[in-house]
């Protein structure tokens, strides 16, 4: 796993300003020269916007027009402020704030509290589910797990749109937001969650940020004091600023002007968290005079990919779309990317499984000699992943799951970390470190006596997981040896606390197993698109023309994470012998080989999996109630427009919700693994009387027919359901 601008060696400091526009192309310096006014920098995927935008602070700190200490650059992410804070260390601007808009605020309204307030600032509430729940609870209300992580994604959303507990019905209709519960139900566990913080001193992350800028509004005395302190801004991910965060930037800010942002619109994927490209897109009409600079040359990805990625564009529409850049490509040609078709899921993991072996086989022997590291299978949700750690782990392929524990908090990292300071403590003291070659060498001495061994055990899991986390640390000191052949193993020591400060992490050996959402900002050799279905992406619950779009978006991030390999796959059924009822996803039509409409040229080719040939074709639904054709997944399940009548039996389907909780908990399986919303809803609304009847319904296959039928059909009878043993299943759940 590389990041898109994360550097894998220790480059020489630059010797002058001018040295620190070495190597920068026309437009990446005109951004890093534009020092004065307001400066909005539009920047395509792998076109070098943290390289720009890291130059520019170093060239005006170098140049003398910034001091470092007057400079807060701020990003979204622990790791991208720690990156940015490790790019500019490099670049010899050491002393400039790189942070959070989180962790930026948080320091100031710790800091100025007690004189804003008095006495000690509030506890931070780290986890908000728990407290989540028991607020619900008060209010007579169950949730389910997943439902709970809903509600608690409504009041954060709530919060940074400054929406208060009774604005938030109001609220979810003027954005035409679809909310996971009745609007009034969630208004009142917001209530009483804000009350259970009240009631035990405690604040959460968007409390941080809200009272941050009460603070700063209320007190001109201490905003005078915080914009003394900060002249110069940077806003990286600019497209992701939510108004809460731009009604605290523009207080940072006052009257003045030196700002720079930086964004693309096409990369906007998290608008459910208040997340707004109009900050970004309207910069120059709030800026008049400011100086517009885009990015289009694409560093990262070869003309093949650029290709797809610009094509998977041409096809949108909406605000966003009307910005797009089309990407110029500066790599050499690559191979096309490939698009395959399998049976069911069970087979595309085999067969990604398969291909990405064939990639990490050396190049003497026929295969691309890839890394593991430089390989990632991105989904669309972080269910999907299993099936293919299952597949990785069966190839005996090394692999790891993004958005597990952070590196540096691992139980062998900080281990290592105690064990080499009291190496360099000791130094040639140590009989273990004095006899060792080089820096590497003395790191791989002191981590053989925590259980390290230069060579790997054998299979997967927790075992080599660990020892893949050792082993970066050796090849970390390895380039940072090379860097600077005189450094002892103290300074390799202050490196690596550097580093975890900044939460900026070496690369760890294993294919990188993520979703779309938190691959972003990251970029491999070979990346592997799966689960491209209607239904998953676009996700079934997306429905509005704005929602398609952002799922557009989402592929589009995919798309440009590869920098020569880039595979797009999608399986017919979720389990062998399923039904192939299961259509490629819209956004591919015109961009895969045979399908139709589009702008873009299909490259490659399409790989078609074992059963994939020989399927029964399945002719077009149409709505029961008006009679038009249906293509939305929802609307296909249903079998009726979204804006047709619903005949719904609302008791059966509260009967059918309950029924499927208690299922699913003698299952041990999440709710939507019995059936998903919408399945029950088509259910509720035909109100089946047999098998046949109840065996039309998507959604309800074969397996889910002999598994819950008659439970079901009980159901739809007003019966009792009938006493069944329990039983556990190990189908793919059904999304």
């Given at each position: 796993m590389t990041s898109a601008t994360q550097p894998t060696s220790f480059p020489q400091v630059p010797s002058s300003a001018d040295a620190v526009l070495d190597g920068l192309d026309p437009e990446q310096r005109a951004v890093a020269t534009t020092l004065h006014g307001p400066v909005c920098v539009l920047a395509g995927a792998g076109t070098g916007k943290t390289r720009a935008i890291t130059h520019r602070i170093a060239y005006g700190v170098r140049s003398g027009v910034f001091r470092p200490a007057t400079v807060l650059a701020v990003t979204f992410t622990q790791r991208a402020a720690g990156e940015m804070r490790g790019r500019l260390r490099q670049l010899g601007a050491a002393g400039v704030q790189a942070r959070t808009f989180h962790s930026a605020a948080l320091r100031q309204l710790q800091y100025f509290w007690p004189k804003a307030v008095g006495g000690e600032p509030p506890r931070l509430l780290e986890r908000k589910l728990s407290l989540v729940a028991e607020a619900a609870a008060r209010g007579r209300l169950r949730l389910e797990r997943a439902e709970l992580r809903d509600v608690t994604g409504e009041i954060e959303w709530a919060k940074v749109t400054q929406s208060t507990p009774e604005d938030y019905p109001a609220a979810v209709a003027k954005h035409g937001r679809e909310a996971p519960r009745d609007p009034a139900e969630i208004a009142r566990i917001y209530a009483t969650y804000e009350q259970l913080k009240r009631d035990r001193g405690t604040i959460?992350?968007?409390?941080?940020?809200?009272?941050?800028?009460?603070?700063?509004?209320?007190?001109?005395?201490?905003?005078?004091?915080?914009?003394?302190?900060?002249?110069?801004?940077?806003?990286?991910?600019?497209?992701?600023?939510?108004?809460?965060?731009?009604?605290?930037?523009?207080?940072?800010?006052?009257?003045?002007?030196?700002?720079?942002?930086?964004?693309?619109?096409?990369?906007?994927?998290?608008?459910?968290?208040?997340?707004?490209?109009?900050?970004?897109?309207?910069?120059?009409?709030?800026?008049?005079?400011?100086?517009?600079?885009?990015?289009?040359?694409?560093?990262?990805?070869?003309?093949?990919?650029?290709?797809?990625?610009?094509?998977?564009?041409?096809?949108?529409?909406?605000?966003?779309?009307?910005?797009?850049?089309?990407?110029?490509?500066?790599?050499?040609?690559?191979?096309?990317?490939?698009?395959?078709?399998?049976?069911?899921?069970?087979?595309?993991?085999?067969?990604?499984?398969r291909r990405i072996k064939e990639l990490l086989t050396p190049v003497a022997q026929g295969g691309a000699g890839l890394a593991a590291s430089e390989i990632a299978v991105l989904f669309r949700v972080n269910a999907q992943s299993e099936i293919y750690e299952q597949a990785l782990a069966d190839a005996d392929v090394p692999y790891q799951v993004r958005g597990a524990e952070r590196f540096f908090d691992r139980p062998e990292i900080r281990q290592a970390g105690l064990a080499l300071r009291g190496a360099a403590r000791a130094g040639d003291n140590d009989a273990s470190v004095a006899d060792a070659d080089g820096l590497a060498g003395q790191v791989g001495a002191v981590l053989a006596g925590t259980g390290w061994t230069p060579e790997p055990p054998a299979g997967s899991g927790a075992t080599r997981d660990r020892w893949e986390s050792l082993r970066s640390l050796v090849r970390l000191a390895e380039d940072f040896g090379r860097a600077r052949p005189e450094a002892s193993l103290g300074d390799f020591v202050a490196e690596l606390d550097e580093r975890a400060a900044a939460q900026h992490a070496p690369t760890v050996e294993g294919v990188t197993l993520a979703s779309l959402h938190t691959a972003k900002g990251l970029e491999w050799d070979a990346v592997f698109l799966v689960g491209l279905t209607d239904g998953m992406l676009p996700i079934t619950y997306a429905k509005s023309r704005e929602q398609i779009e952002e799922e557009r978006r989402l592929l589009y991030v995919g798309v440009t994470r590869a920098r020569v390999h880039l595979s797009l796959s999608w399986a017919l059924a979720r389990s062998p012998g399923g039904r192939a009822g299961r259509r490629p996803s819209r956004f591919l039509d015109g961009l895969r080989p045979g399908s139709s409409a589009g702008t873009g040229r299909a490259g490659g080719g399409v790989e078609r999996g074992a059963g994939a040939r020989g399927r029964k074709p399945r002719g077009p639904v149409t709505c029961r109630v008006c009679g038009r054709t249906l293509t939305e997944a929802v609307d296909v399940k249903l079998r009726r427009c979204e804006d047709c009548p619903s005949t719904m039996d609302e008791a059966l389907y509260e009967r059918l919700r309950e029924w499927r909780i208690e299922r699913a908990r003698e299952l041990g399986r999440p709710a939507y693994a019995v059936f998903t919303d919408v399945t029950l809803m088509a259910i509720a609304e035909d109100v089946p009387s047999s098998e046949t009847e109840l065996s039309r319904i998507s959604g309800v296959g074969a397996h889910k027919l002999r598994q819950f039928g008659a439970d079901v059909l009980a159901l739809c009878a007003g019966e009792p359901v009938p006493a069944t043993p329990g039983e556990t299943s190990q189908e793919t759940p059904e999304k």
């Open positions: 959460d992350f968007e409390d941080v940020l809200l009272l941050t800028v009460g603070i700063l509004t209320d007190r001109p005395d201490i905003a005078e004091v915080v914009r003394g302190q900060y002249q110069h801004f940077t806003v990286d991910e600019y497209q992701d600023v939510s108004p809460l965060q731009q009604r605290l930037l523009t207080l940072w800010l006052g009257d003045r002007d030196s700002l720079c942002v930086v964004g693309d619109a096409s990369q906007t994927i998290y608008s459910f968290t208040g997340a707004t490209p109009d900050h970004l897109l309207d910069f120059r009409t709030r800026h008049p005079d400011a100086t517009l600079v885009k990015l289009v040359r694409d560093y990262r990805s070869t003309p093949q990919v650029v290709h797809l990625a610009n094509g998977l564009l041409n096809q949108a529409s909406g605000r966003a779309a009307e910005h797009r850049l089309e990407l110029v490509s500066q790599r050499p040609a690559g191979p096309e990317p490939q698009f395959s078709e399998h049976a069911d899921e069970p087979a595309e993991a085999e067969a990604t499984a």
